[in-house]
């Protein structure tokens, strides 16, 4: 039976933190950017704010039409980008089908791209010199160093090869000497299953509930839970949760888990972009 890595102890600790050096700064802002009417997004928005008016951080919802040109987008950012108010600005997946990641994220002033996204940002991640971690790669990272898992020479599958997940954590574990499988949407299914079957840590950031299926999960693994999607109504992850719990060593729940800590730590971004050394 798993160990469940619940992240409130985590959360009111970078919490605490976090106030206590907000105490001493000016009152900083938070632009967060969605298109459309997006779940995952729209649900991540909410925790942002409901973090903001704990934090008392000024928060401003940028909600645009779903059928914005590429061209519109550009100058809204541009605009927040020059708006001296602003302290940091997130920009919420999904976007358009038709428009690439790094063109999005390269609009964005790299000093407020406080979730690491800009080219030069990941550039700097890449070689190891972060100016910015990804909130929910470093959420991930903070979570397996505090259960005392050390990914070095362990097999780990990452399911999603993501621009803001997949490929950054991938890359990190590469860099702390796991063996990385990471999967995508041309992963045929019985592949998927063979490579979970053989992992010691399961990362999956699709946004599919149930995709990953409790029998995949090889005993004793470590499973990292960060797909968030909707099942009858509620939130729901990528892991078959009961099922997999009754084989991994240690798992995160959805809600509770990953999301519950990316929040709090985008605001720790938030006040490295206001000056705050860490």
Known sequence: MAVILDSKKLYESFENEIKEKLSALPKLCLASVV?????????????????????????????????????????????????????????????????????????????????????ANLGKFLIGEPRYISPTVNSIIILLDNCGIKPYGKKATVVGCSLLIGRPLSLWLASEFSTVTMTHIATEVEDLKSYLKNSDIVVSAVGEPGLIKGEWIKQGAVVIDVGTGEKGGKIAGDVEFEKAKQRASYITPVPGGVGKLTTILLYRNLLKAAGVKF
Do not use: C, R
């Not at 541009?78 to 976007?95: A, H, R, S, V, Y």
């Open 35 to 119: 298109i459309g009417q997006d779940y995952s997004a729209k649900t991540y928005q909410n925790s942002q704010k409901q973090t903001a008016d704990k934090l008392g951080v000024n928060y401003l919802s940028v909600e645009l039409s779903s059928g914005i040109s590429f061209a519109e987008f550009k100058d809204k950012i541009k605009k927040l980008n020059q708006d001296k108010n602003i302290t940091g600005i997130i920009l919420n997946k999904p976007f358009p089908s038709k428009w690439k990641d790094t063109d999005v994220f390269s609009l964005l002033d790299e000093n407020k791209d406080i979730e690491g996204m800009h080219p």
